[in-house]
Structure formats: structure tokens, C-alpha cells
């Protein structure tokens, strides 16, 4: 399977199915993620994946690009899902939501060593009715 295949099955398999197998087998012994409000290892984000799916319990999340240079990658990614749990204490809403973002892959031989992600959490909070987006929100 080509590196490309392969973080498309762990991708699509963790996030849009809940199944963490394929994205465990492809992450470094020292994996971490990085976001902008800090850096987290693999046990914390599998505790928002867990959490993810526990409160869209339908999400499905599609890879929209991959391109890759060497030892890195680069995803664009979008999440569809219905909010049926409670998520960042905010109780299910019914309301369905799309997020979007792009993750930065560095790996070290085959293994996934550093992720830096970025995407805006409003989108998601304006998705569950809880944040407006718009001039007032800056």
C-alpha cells in the first residue's frame, strides 16, 4: 500500500468511522499533534476522537486533497456529522454540522511523527448554534 493509500484508510478510518487501528499502526512511538492552542500526544487525541464520535455518532470525514513532498504531507479534510451527544459540555442539539481543515504530516521513515492541524473551532460552534460567525465575532 502506498504511503497516500495508507493515510487515506488510517484518516478515514479514525476519523469517519471510529476505528483507531489503521491510524495507530501508522503513528511514531513519540507521535505528537499540534494545533493552536497547544501540542497533545496520541492518548489525548484519541480521547477527542473517542469524544468526537460519542457525540456524532455519524460522522463521516472525507479527505478533499493530499499531496505529498518527501518525508511530508499535506490533507485537506472535511468532517460531516449530526450532534447527538454532549460535546464541549454543550448537550445534543440535533443540528447537523460540516467543519474543515488541513493537517501537516512530517514522518520519519513510514511512521507519522508530527501532525500540525488547523481549523476553526467557531465553524463548528456556528454549526451547533452556539457561536455566530460574522462581523460582531472577530
Known amino acids: ?14 476519523w469517519g468511522d471510529g476505528d483507531l487501528t489503521a491510524f495507530e499502526q501508522l503513528l511514531a512511538p513519540d507521535y505528537v499533534r499540534r494545533s493552536k492552542s497547544g501540542s497533545e500526544d496520541y492518548a489525548n487525541l484519541r480521547k477527542t476522537i473517542e469524544a468526537t464520535h460519542a457525540a456524532f455518532p455519524d460522522t463521516t ?21 449530526t450532534h447527538q451527544g454532549d460535546f464541549m ?3 445534543a442539539t440535533g443540528r447537523s454540522i460540516t467543519v474543515s481543515g488541513a493537517s501537516f504530516l512530517r514522518f520519519d521513515d513510514d511512521k507519522l511523527a508530527e501532525e500540525w492541524v488547523v481549523w476553526d473551532p ?3 460552534l456556528s454549526a451547533l448554534g452556539i457561536w455566530h460567525l460574522g462581523a460582531g465575532n472577530a
Do not use: F, K
Open 122 to 124: 467557531r465553524e463548528l
Open 89 to 91: 459540555d454543550v448537550p
Open 61 to 81: 470525514t472525507d479527505i478533499l486533497h493530499i499531496i505529498e513532498d518527501g518525508d511530508t504531507a499535506a490533507i485537506h479534510w472535511q468532517t460531516r456529522g
Open 1 to 14: 500500500m502506498s504511503r497516500r493509500d495508507t493515510i487515506l484508510d488510517a484518516w478515514n478510518r479514525a
